[in-house]
């Protein structure tokens, strides 16, 4: 059984396969840091808005409810985490870019800084792996948009999210939206 209450996926060629959650989380806060400084462009702006949006919705659904089971203290660490991400889904609203910045760059710091290293040190690597995995495959069908209201926490955000994500990805297509960098 998973330390972090994750079913086992079934391995390639007898080994669990993919990237570590730290791997995935620390290349996606690459791309928002990369993102934040090209702001002038108002295309950059609506591809930062759903990266982000993306990004914390996957957080949500798998590494904070790691961090509250594998970790020591993990309830009060991601509960803060789970109340400064709702503040910047709320900037995303606003569209305050020099707070969204200064967001983005606290979200990364705190991620690398306290909760990386914890999970590290507290959880085996083949559920680092199902994290990553997971992750990825969240982020996917999350939405795209800011929805500070919506769940936060399992099962709802995993039920509510990939519906909301989906018709934010019809908005997308039907306004021509630009939604990820690889498309700028």
Same mark, same amino acid.
């Given at each position: 059984m998973s330390d972090v209450n994750l079913p086992p996926l079934p391995p390639v060629g007898g080994q669990i396969s993919g990237r570590s959650v730290v791997d995935v989380l620390t290349e996606q806060h690459s791309e928002l840091l990369s993102l934040t400084e090209r702001l002038a462009d108002p295309r950059v702006r609506s591809v930062l808005v759903a990266t982000v949006s993306r990004h914390l919705s996957a957080e949500e659904q798998y590494l904070h409810p790691a961090i509250r089971q594998a970790v020591p203290d993990g309830d009060r660490i991601a509960d803060r985490e789970? &109340?400064?991400? +709702?503040?910047? !889904?709320? !900037? @995303?609203?606003?569209?305050?870019?020099?707070?969204?910045?200064?967001?983005? +760059? +606290?979200?990364? &710091?705190?991620?690398?800084?306290?909760?990386?290293? !914890? @999970?590290?040190?507290?959880?085996? &690597?083949?559920?680092?792996?199902? @994290?990553?995995?997971?992750?990825?495959?969240? &982020?996917?069908?999350a939405p795209t948009r800011p929805h500070p209201g919506t769940p936060v926490t399992p099962p709802w955000n995993k039920v509510v999210d990939p519906l909301v994500g989906a018709v934010d990805k019809v908005r997308d297509v039907v306004t021509a939206r630009t939604t990820y960098a690889r498309d700028l």
């Open positions: 789970l &109340a400064e991400d +709702r503040e910047l !889904l709320k !900037l @995303l609203v606003a569209e305050d870019w020099e707070q969204i910045v200064e967001g983005v +760059r +606290r979200h990364v &710091a705190a991620d690398a800084g306290e909760l990386f290293p !914890l @999970l590290e040190q507290m959880v085996p &690597a083949d559920d680092m792996i199902r @994290l990553g995995n997971r992750v990825e495959t969240a &982020a996917e069908s």
